[in-house]
């Protein structure tokens, strides 16, 4: 069985469902901080499967011995913690907390049931702003916010904990822009209050929910002036666990990969992308630059496509389609 520590959120959901796809079965721990029990209501409905939900929290260490003790886990997905840059400059005890202390629990009571096996949700943040793209695996690391420095942290941890203990098996992902939704419709990304991330803030303007894009710069060293990333499909994220999962059932130690898909493509790509689909525009203006931002990122994927044979598939016009046919259907999310 495979625990799925922040089952209910975003990326977790879509593991979930292509994890019970595969035949696996899953129980998943979240607190809800930032995610609906709805969420997972909807994995059961997409693949016709049931599991066990413990709402409990990370720093609740009797809470996870009982998820322990209740289930014969064998492999852990890690995906629970807190991800907004901006608040963890303004709250940083509370990110060290959740996500550093809640992981120290979580990795306590894993070593006390000898669950040795585990897949983290590392992020592209820990390249730091010095390394030029694409980033792979090999740069050295350098978190500049709280929120990152909490994955880095993490990554640190888990490595010792390897080489105080060789039975451990670890594969880090580092993230880069997960966007997108499951093709149903039935899950996809639904961020508390206004949010802090391009493309729910794009759909979110396309519903009518939110005004205008405020396109952060347009005077970037880049094709037009505006930031490029790496934009994944969440779905081939997902599916990205289910190969770093294979890979940690054999003796690996510590393994990283990069999940991406090795294109760049600007902010305005992404809302020309969006309009071509949708049909109509989107709203936007060029406002000044965020803090903390920089020009232009992407991934070195050839690790992931080599070692674990993951290779993202889907399009950028995927991902605009199946995050209009979430958006549109759920036009306030999981809460209706
Ligand atoms: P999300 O907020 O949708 O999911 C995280 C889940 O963890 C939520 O359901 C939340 O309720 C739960 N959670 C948080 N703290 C918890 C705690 N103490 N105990 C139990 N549950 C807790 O975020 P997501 O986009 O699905 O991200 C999943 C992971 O991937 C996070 O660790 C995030 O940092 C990482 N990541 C995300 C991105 C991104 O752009 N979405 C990029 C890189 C890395
Ligand atoms: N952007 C806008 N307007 C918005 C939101 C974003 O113009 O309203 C621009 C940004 O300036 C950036 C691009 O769109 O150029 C993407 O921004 P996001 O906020 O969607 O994503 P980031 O690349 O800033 O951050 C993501 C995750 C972080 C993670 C980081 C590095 O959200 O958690 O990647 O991996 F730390």
């Keep these: 069985m495979v625990l799925v520590t922040g089952g ?51 720093l609740d260490y009797e809470g996870i011995d009982k998820v322990f003790s209740e289930n014969k886990i064998e492999f852990v997905i890690h995906f629970a913690g807190l991800k907004a840059v901006g608040e963890s400059v303004a709250k940083p005890l509370m990110y060290f907390e959740n996500n550093v202390g809640g992981t120290i629990n979580l990795l306590k009571v894993m070593t ?25 695996e090999t740069l050295p690391c350098a978190a500049i916010n709280p929120y990152g420095r909490t994955k880095l942290m993490i990554e640190k941890i888990l490595q010792d904990i390897y080489a105080s203990d060789n039975d451990w098996d670890i594969a880090l992902l580092r993230y880069f822009n997960p966007v997108g939704a499951h093709s149903s419709g039935l899950i996809g990304e639904d961020p508390n209050g206004i949010p802090n991330n391009l493309m729910p803030y794009i759909s979110q303007v396309a519903v009518g929910r939110l005004e205008c894009l405020n396109i952060f710069g347009n005077d970037y060293d880049t094709k037009d002036g505006t930031g490029v990333r790496d934009y994944i499909h969440v779905v081939d994220l997902a599916i990205g666990h289910l190969k770093a999962l294979d890979k940690i059932k054999n003796k690996v130690g510590v393994v990283i990969y990069n999940l991406g898909t090795g294109q760049g493509y600007s902010v305005l790509d992404m809302v020309n992308t969006y309009s071509k689909v949708l049909g109509r525009p989107i709203n936007y203006k060029f406002v000044d630059r965020r803090p903390g931002d920089l020009a232009e990122y992407y991934a070195d994927p050839s690790k992931a496509e080599r070692e674990l044979g993951f290779k993202a598939t889907r399009t950028l016009e995927d991902m605009c389609r199946d995050t209009i046919r979430w958006q549109e259907g759920n036009k306030n999310g999981y809460r209706g």
């Design 8 to 58: 209910a959120g975003y990326i977790g959901s879509h593991t979930c469902v292509e994890l019970l796809n595969a035949g696996y079965d899953i129980c998943v721990l979240d607190n809800l901080s930032n995610s609906c029990e709805e969420a997972l209501n909807r994995v059961k409905k997409i693949t016709g499967k049931d599991f066990k939900f413990y709402k409990v929290d990370l």
């Design 112 to 136: 006390k049931y000898n669950v040795k096996k585990i897949v983290f949700s590392s992020s592209a943040t820990v390249y730091g702003d010095k390394s030029p793209a694409p980033y792979v």
